[in-house]
């Protein structure tokens, strides 16, 4: 169980478009979804907290509307990476929170979604 | 905010025990995580500690002292398998956001 699964894995862009990744957690519901983001040999930063039915929370330095969160349902955010630039290159990683599960609980990370922007 | 500080890398052979470090400064504090991350894979999830002690959980063991700001993870009987990152991370906040460090590279030799 508590399998959260990615979509797409690995996406190439050219610049200036935009790209939707979409984060599923496929048996339970999940009131709270994570988005970080990761460069080559660095760790994961915590971008935004998203959370069902309301506005997504912006960590500092991330640019809200550059970085479009919809967490419509129990079981699906999206992230949309908008008029993207070469240097929004990454690994983009969600991780979801079991409704009902505590603060400190863990998360279940997705596999994660490798995007490209030439 | 938080600051959290691990090596940067380690090296031990197959069969051995290696323990990485993980100090952190934080205002608030609800949990503390060790995270697994092979090269082009989403973390995976080891321990949790909480309150001050030791978690075994088979091959692996996490500490935690409080007062210290002071948190290691024990990897014993070391396999080629266990060549990753490990990451060490915090909540200290009542949404569970996790602040991670910056991993240590841990290279297992024959």
């Known amino acids: 169980g508590a399998v959260v699964s990615q979509h797409p894995s690995r996406v190439i862009c050219k610049s200036g478009t935009s790209v939707k990744i979409e984060c599923r957690s496929l048996d339970f519901q999940a009131t709270t979804m994570f988005w970080y983001r990761q460069f080559p040999k660095q760790s994961l930063m915590l971008m935004a907290t998203?959370?069902?039915?309301?506005?997504?929370?912006?960590e500092q330095g991330v640019e809200k509307d550059k970085f479009l969160i919809n967490h419509a349902s129990l079981t699906l955010s999206t992230l949309t990476v908008t008029s993207a630039h070469p240097e929004d290159s990454s690994f983009y990683i969600c991780?979801?929170?079991?409704?009902?599960?505590?603060?400190?609980?863990?998360?279940?990370f997705g596999p994660g979604t490798r995007l490209l922007v030439l | 905010g938080q600051n959290i500080d691990q090596p940067t890398e380690m090296t031990a052979t197959e069969g051995a025990i290696v323990q990485i470090n993980c100090t952190y400064q934080?205002?608030?504090?609800?949990?503390l995580f060790w995270y697994q991350q092979h090269a082009g894979e989403a973390p995976t999830f080891l321990s949790y500690n909480v309150l001050d002690g030791l978690e075994e959980k088979g091959r692996f063991s996490s500490f935690l002292s409080r007062s210290k700001g002071y948190s290691y993870l024990l990897l014993k009987e070391l396999q080629m398998k266990d060549s990753a990152s490990y990451l060490c991370a915090l909540t200290t906040d009542s949404w569970g956001k996790l602040q991670f460090g910056a991993g240590t590279q841990v290279v297992v030799t024959p």
């Open positions: 934080t205002s608030g504090f609800n949990g």
């Open positions: 991780s979801a929170r079991e409704i009902g599960q505590s603060a400190q609980e863990t998360q279940y």
């Open positions: 998203s959370n069902e039915g309301s506005k997504a929370t912006y």
